[in-house]
């Protein structure tokens, strides 16, 4: 398991728990033992199922989970996922973090499929982004995997992305991609460089410049996206960004652009309803 998703729980814990929950450990003894089912009250994907597994073993490793349905699969009202056993102490300790978890990555995955399918036939993917919740990207992301969407950059770490910001700190878009090419020399890293474009002059001027293997159109319209990919000809891959809605992706995929990010996957989605309760 990813180290940051266990520090992760980790930490949810102590949010929550604190020096203990107390209503818990005052109204249940010790040694009562119970079981709980997940069940499902809204249709959508299922997401976070490997990740509850983890935080109930993290929480009392000698907790049972069955598990009937799993990651990625379509579920409507009334679907019990899982039914997990144990300490009624540790059912009720772990219940609402799990809950928090499989709410978000399922209402994830979710709208991720929602665009997936309204992608069908075309060539185009669609990406996450970095509007992600602090500290909850691997979940969040992980669960646009689940969802059949494609993750773009984990972080600032993992690829070069030269937004408008660098560019215009930097001078300019050849000293930016000059900059980034000797640093990646001189450290000896493999990173994918992307340049976000504005305008078909900045477009143009990274055409002429070359050195790069993907190009962000951000804020163009469908029939500029279309001229623009015609004007990189296959040469770099290309990405739209940028107030795309749902009901335009369609008019997007068929510039025949490959990605398109979205940052309505992530950061402003509405949790899978579900609960947790005593069998």
């Given at each position: 398991?990813?180290?940051?998703?266990?520090?992760?729980?980790?930490?949810?814990?102590?949010?929550?728990?604190?020096?203990?929950?107390?209503?818990?450990?005052?109204?249940?003894?010790?040694?009562?033992?119970?079981?709980?089912?997940?069940?499902?009250?809204?249709?959508?994907?299922?997401?976070?199922?490997?990740?509850?597994?983890?935080?109930?073993?993290?929480?009392?490793?000698?907790?049972?989970?069955?598990?009937?349905?799993?990651?990625?699969?379509?579920?409507?009202?009334?679907?019990?996922?899982?039914?997990?056993?144990?300490?009624?102490?540790?059912?009720?300790?772990?219940?609402?973090?799990?809950?928090?978890?499989?709410?978000?990555?399922?209402?994830?995955?979710?709208?991720?499929?929602?665009?997936?399918?309204?992608?069908?036939?075309?060539?185009?993917?669609?990406?996450?982004?970095?509007?992600?919740?602090?500290g909850?990207?691997?979940?969040e992301k992980?669960?646009?995997?689940?969802?059949?969407?494609?993750?773009?950059?984990?972080?600032?770490?993992?690829?070069?992305?030269?937004?408008?910001?660098?560019?215009?700190?930097?001078?300019?878009?050849?000293?930016?991609?000059t900059?980034?090419?000797?640093?990646?020399?001189e450290?000896?890293?493999?990173?994918?460089?992307?340049?976000?474009?504005?305008?078909?002059?900045?477009?143009?001027?990274?055409?002429?410049?070359?050195?790069?293997?993907?190009?962000?159109?951000?804020?163009?319209s469908?029939?500029?996206?279309?001229?623009?990919?015609?004007?990189?000809?296959?040469?770099?891959?290309?990405?739209?960004?940028?107030?795309?809605?749902?009901?335009?992706?369609?008019?997007?995929?068929?510039?025949?652009?490959?990605?398109?990010?979205?940052?309505?996957?992530?950061?402003?989605?509405?949790?899978?309803?579900?609960?947790?309760?005593?069998?």
């Open positions: 398991m990813n180290e940051l998703i266990g520090r992760l729980i980790d930490l949810a814990f102590a949010e929550d728990i604190g020096d203990g929950d107390h209503t818990t450990l005052s109204s249940i003894p010790a040694t009562a033992t119970g079981k709980s089912r997940l069940l499902i009250k809204e249709a959508g994907v299922l997401a976070g199922v490997e990740i509850a597994k983890e935080i109930f073993h993290r929480f009392d490793p000698a907790m049972k989970v069955e598990v009937f349905i799993n990651d990625g699969a379509e579920v409507k009202p009334g679907d019990i996922v899982m039914v997990v056993e144990g300490k009624v102490q540790s059912l009720l300790q772990t219940e609402r973090l799990m809950l928090n978890v499989m709410q978000r990555m399922s209402g994830i995955a979710t709208m991720t499929r929602h665009y997936v399918k309204q992608l069908e036939g075309t060539n185009t993917r669609v990406l996450d982004t970095r509007k992600t919740t602090p909850m990207r691997m979940l992980e669960a646009v995997r689940i969802g059949g969407g494609v993750n773009h950059r984990i972080g600032l770490f993992d690829m070069i992305l030269l937004k408008d910001n660098h560019v215009d700190f930097a001078g300019g878009i050849d000293k930016a991609i900059r980034v090419r000797e640093y990646l020399k450290k000896g890293k493999d990173l994918k460089i992307e340049i976000e474009v504005r305008n078909f002059d900045e477009l143009q001027q990274v055409l002429n410049r070359g050195g790069v293997d993907r190009i962000m159109l951000d804020n163009f469908p029939a500029d996206t279309r001229k623009a990919v015609e004007m990189i000809a296959g040469r770099y891959e290309t990405e739209s960004s940028g107030g795309i809605t749902f009901d335009t992706l369609r008019d997007y995929a068929g510039t025949g652009v490959d990605f398109i990010s979205a940052g309505a996957l992530t950061h402003s989605v509405k949790g899978l309803d579900m609960s947790f309760k005593a069998v």
